[in-house]
């Protein structure tokens, strides 16, 4: 096994990836392995199964990206929990350690959102450059690399009771597209990892590395082929270019907080929904005044979060809903599009599970008192679901730099978002159903919850056919710079009904095979 690579800061051969999450590790480790030099630049530390620590607000002190941010707009998010507009990791593996590990593709009318729901009043749809036809071969090979269950003869997860009340509850009100998932988390031995334990708490980091995160998978195999270097606690600050507007290299803060500059034949970003933008904004300059990429005023633009909520259902009977996997538990039978219902587009219904102290923070005892406390006290006889459903994009919900600054003296990310009306009307619909699948199955009480911070964090870079509709092209290369890539969420047109995962794996894996052929035809 070769030892990780070591690149000199002068070397200018290699590409720089910003962010080793589903996007950067992914990119990282398929680019080593056909041997291109790889750095990558993280702004957190390293952590392995072994560190992480099963107790939420310890394992969210950990993990969770805390550095400074600001928001806006009408959402709850904004009102409650102003510096934290999504639960994201800043470490090795991005929020690969976090995830729930639901891996599901997009339906093929995802890909053309605007085609397919028609012009909706207040959203900025656009169809994507790419579709699923396009797009399936990457999708088999993302499900092979994740493990994915319920694909290439690979077992389904077993059902907890959260999952046995969810889907008992799903049949008896006549859905019949209910089962514990297609989920990035190993049902049996696979690539050298072994099967899902039933421990819970998945949020906290996979302790058996069961379930698939590029922190122990993608980084060390690409760290293996001795073609790829992760710096950790590297924290990007500005991405540079020459006089003919090609990107050069990349400024960053060391461990020590002292300024260094990685030179790079390419770069790539893959810091999320927040952290991509403003690095792009904060690299403004003569020749790109509005930010780096920026030409179409997109940057930023048209981020979406997935329309979402929980619900919580009371039982006479214990539930004890934090056993077994989180989130091993889908209903799809309103992933469709029927504007019929009052909206476009389509939701799932997720079993979810929150630790009692997340549940309190989260519950909004504000508009509760009384009956909150009760709720708590009921908890070993609740069950809980989540609502992840396509919300619209929408040019005023966007990232902007915020005057506050970071330890560094960069300014941060400004989240603004306001709910479009179909939102609202789905995250309604999706509340009756959920409720009365509670209800069906004798639910003492339900209880609605409002949406809370969230890891769905999509759009604010987009791909688009044309170089004013959005950001990157078809490959997650930049309209503006042809030697400048994204490669994490960000890049979404569209947000559409499934959890994003796969697809920003799948991405990654077209997108490397696209810069390596690129790269060996002198190109880029």
Known sequence: MATAAKFELTDDSVVVIIGTGAGGGVLAN???????????????????????????????????????RTTSGDWRVAKDFSGLPAWIVKAVGGTTTHWAGASLRFQDHEWKALSTYGEVEGANLLDWPIDG??????????????????????????????YKVFEAGAKAIGYTKVNTGRMAINSGDYDDRPACQQTGFCFQGCKWG????????????????GNLEVRDHAHAA????????????????????????????????????????RLLLNSASEMFPDGLANSSGQVGRNYMRHTTGSIYGIFEKPVRMWRGTT?????????????????????????????????????????????????????????????????MPQETNRVTLSDTVDQFGLKVANVNFSDHPNDVAMRNHAYEQGQAMYRAMGAT?????????????????????????????????????????????????SGATENPTLTIVALAIRQADHIASEMAAGTI
Request: charged share 25%; net charge negative.
């Open 30 to 68: 398929e680019l080593a392995q056909k041997g291109v030099k790889v750095v990558a630049l993280e702004a957190g530390g390293r952590y392995l199964p072994e560190d992480y620590i099963n107790d939420e607000w310890d394992s969210f002190g950990q993990l969770a990206w805390t550095d400074p």
């Open 133 to 162: 036809a396009e797009m399936a071969p990457w999708y088999d090979l993302a499900e092979t690399k994740l493990g994915v269950t319920r694909t290439g003869g690979r077992e389904g997860l077993p059902g907890s009771n959260n």
């Open 210 to 225: 069961a379930k698939w995160s590029s922190a122990y998978t993608d980084i060390p195999k690409g760290e293996a082929t």
């Open 327 to 391: 989130m091993a538990g889908i209903m799809q039978d309103e992933a469709h599009h029927d504007p019929s219902r009052g909206f476009v587009g389509g939701y799932e219904l997720e079993t979810l599970a929150l630790g009692l102290p997340f549940m309190a923070a989260f519950m909004d005892p504000g508009r509760w008192g009384r009956e909150f406390t009760t709720a708590l006290d009921q908890y070993e006889y609740m069950a809980g679901m989540w609502i992840v459903g396509e919300d």
């Open 238 to 277: 500005r991405i540079l270019h020459n006089d003919q507007g090609r990107v050069t290299g990349v400024e960053y803060f060391d461990k020590d907080g002292a300024l260094q500059v990685q030179a790079a034949r390419i770069v790539a970003v893959a810091g999320n929904s927040f952290e991509s933008p």
């Open 445 to 493: 009480r339900t209880l609605p919850t409002p949406p809370y911070p969230s890891t769905h964090n999509l759009g604010t870079n987009r791909m688009s056919e044309r170089p004013e509709d959005g950001v990157v092209n078809k490959w997650g290369q930049t309209h503006d710079v042809a030697n400048l890539f994204v490669s994490d969420g960000s890049q979404f047109t």
